[in-house]
């Protein structure tokens, strides 16, 4: 089955700073690659997503970006403010396959 | 639309107790998955269903653990007899399939004593 890992688990930024979150996935056949936030207290809820036939998606201060020959995806949130601290996940989808969840990454960023 | 429900948001029990989480998915979703949360192990999939049917019930730690999906806006997890090791947040989410977004609820808290 999939195997996804994620790196780094913790990540603390200065605000204002950028802040880089990286995953990689193992199955090939995986075409769709979400990215959630959990603020504490709360469940995960989408952020961003791209699929496979795209290299880099952005949405205001977030993007992602994908290699598909490496078989990496990663999460950019520029500006970084208070209200990014949260855990972060990644995840990874496709062919015949449920989503398959990244460990996390606690972001803290100090004002 | 409201979400994807779950109850209760809190629950408080002792051990060897039975425990029954709910969950209603957002309406028109076919896929459901049960997750469960802990600072040691993060977030794992217990188990997927996906038009009411159980399709992946791999992440199911053992025998005490149970889901039913009994129609399409309804899902339990049930924990018999608890143990405080299966303390944790339980989430649920829904999605139109299994490969696609997956909308989470707020989570129980289970605490067992």
């Known amino acids: 089955g999939e195997n996804v890992e994620q790196h780094p688990s913790t990540l603390s930024v200065q605000e204002g700073d950028s802040a880089v979150i990286k995953c990689t996935y193992s199955d090939s056949a995986s075409n769709y690659f979400p990215w959630y936030k959990q603020e504490l207290g709360k469940g995960p809820q989408l952020i961003i997503d791209?699929?496979?036939?795209?290299g880099e998606k952005k949405d205001q201060r977030i993007a992602v970006t994908l290699n598909k020959t490496a078989k990496h995806f990663s999460l950019h949130i520029t500006e970084t403010q208070p209200e990014d601290s949260a855990v972060y996940f990644c995840a990874a989808a496709g062919g015949y396959q449920k989503v398959t969840f990244g460990t996390g990454t606690k972001l803290q960023v100090i004002p | 639309d409201a979400g994807v429900i779950q109850s209760p948001r809190h629950e408080v029990t002792e051990m060897g107790q039975e425990v029954t989480l709910r969950c209603k998915p957002i309406?028109?979703?076919?896929?459901l998955f049960w997750y469960r949360q802990t600072m040691m192990r993060g977030l794992e999939l217990l188990i997927y269903?996906?038009?009411?049917?159980?399709?992946?019930d791999s992440g199911m730690p053992e025998d005490r653990f149970s889901a039913k999906m009994p129609n399409a806006s309804f899902s339990t997890l049930k924990i018999q007899p608890s143990e405080p090791r299966d303390s944790a947040v339980y989430f649920c989410?829904?999605?139109?399939?299994?490969?696609?977004?997956?909308?989470f609820g707020p989570g129980t808290r289970l605490l067992v004593l």
């Open positions: 989410a829904s999605s139109y399939s299994g490969r696609e977004t997956q909308y």
């Open positions: 309406s028109g979703h076919n896929s």
């Open positions: 269903f996906n038009n009411n049917v159980p399709i992946d």
């Open positions: 791209i699929r496979s036939n795209v």
